[in-house]
């Protein structure tokens, strides 16, 4: 199993990266429209998610719930056809319950932590090298705590580099190096392949992010019939890592949950300024951690497969 930092870098290589590859969602093909303006032009897109997972049995008693809801906003201007920047802001809740005494502790008062918030800044510089390659850079900082945690101590930060090369309008794959630092942790460099890839009429396989605006992201098979619907049946990774509050158990401590949902889903694009996403997931591997204010490991357990529901709604301006 992956060092809870290696998860975190796959994570914010996934942010930084998501939205502004966006035109790698669309179209029978990879190639992003061709940017003609001659004058800087601004555009904004925004995002509400929310997802349900019920009843995952815990490794020993108990069980647990989760429910999330989040809302994202990017806005990118294009200086010229070969210059853009991107600043986003996102922010999600994330309500932990476990249900009876746990293996974390026998009390049932003295849960490992309940409801979580998340804020993200970012900011991307792209430019076209050439008609076929574009070079980016990027950074993100985030905090995520439990209401009444410490959030001075909730702080992760990053930078990512790389490139994406279109290899035929068919084709492009690119590398992004992310280096970063979490919570209680050393700084890691993590490497993360790109690619989006049409290989037949219809037919395409891409590597997302996870949480992206179409389902959970991930490693995805994707079917266009035409017109206005995609389908999509894809596996992901994910991780999220926390500051939680004092408690009896992991005073300030740290919170980690890593599962991978498989999945199937669809996208409806009810306009050319708005889509739709809903997905449905069994969601496997899944665990959660508690260590304590150094990091250290106090209490881990896994959890059954459990079934999971996930919707967003995107729009741009």
């Known amino acids: 199993m992956l060092h809870p930092v290696h998860r975190f870098g ?4 996934a942010v930084l990266l998501l939205p502004h590859w966006a035109f790698a969602q669309s179209g029978p093909g990879v190639t992003p429209p061709i940017r003609t303006e001659a004058a800087p032009t601004m555009t904004w897109r925004a995002r509400a998610t929310g997802e349900w ?5 815990l490794d020993g008693p108990g069980e647990l719930d989760v429910a999330r809801a989040g809302a994202d906003v990017w806005a990118t201007k294009t200086w010229n056809t070969n210059l853009r920047t991107t600043f986003g802001l996102g922010v999600e809740g994330i309500d932990f319950s476990f249900h009876g005494p746990t293996k974390f502790h026998p009390v049932v008062r003295d849960l490992p932590w309940e409801t979580v918030g998340t804020i993200d800044a970012s900011a991307l510089l792209e430019y076209d090298w050439s008609a076929d390659t574009t070079l980016f850079a990027g950074a993100l900082a985030g905090l995520a705590a439990e209401g009444n945690a410490d ?3 909730a702080f992760n930060w990053g930078l990512s580099f790389g490139a994406a090369y279109r290899v035929n309008p068919d084709l492009m794959v690119g590398i992004n190096l992310t280096l970063f630092q979490g919570m209680e942790d050393s700084i890691f ?3 993360m392949p790109i690619f989006n890839w049409a290989f037949a009429e219809n037919w395409s396989a891409r590597l997302t992010g996870p949480n992206s605006i179409d389902t959970f ?3 995805q098979l994707v079917y266009r019939p035409g017109g206005s619907w995609e389908f999509l049946a894809g596996v992901a990774y994910r991780y999220e890592r926390f500051r939680v509050a004092d408690s009896t158990i992991g005073p300030d401590g740290i919170g980690e949950m890593s599962d991978t949902p ?18 449905l997931a069994l969601v496997t591997f899944g665990e959660v951690v508690l260590s304590d204010d150094d990091g250290d490991t106090i209490t881990e357990a896994d959890f059954s497969p459990a079934l ?8 741009s301006f």
Do not use: C, E
Not at 10 to 13: A, E, K, R, S
Not at 308 to 315: D, T
């Open 10 to 13: 796959m994570y914010l290589t």
């Open 53 to 57: 997972m019920d009843g995952a049995k």
């Open 189 to 191: 460099v993590v490497p």
């Open 217 to 219: 992201g991930g490693l």
């Open 262 to 279: 498989i999945y199937i889903g669809a996208n409806w694009t009810i306009t050319d300024k708005m889509q739709f996403s809903a997905a």
């Open 151 to 153: 959030w001075s101590h």
């Open 308 to 315: 999971a529901i996930r919707a967003a709604l995107r729009v």
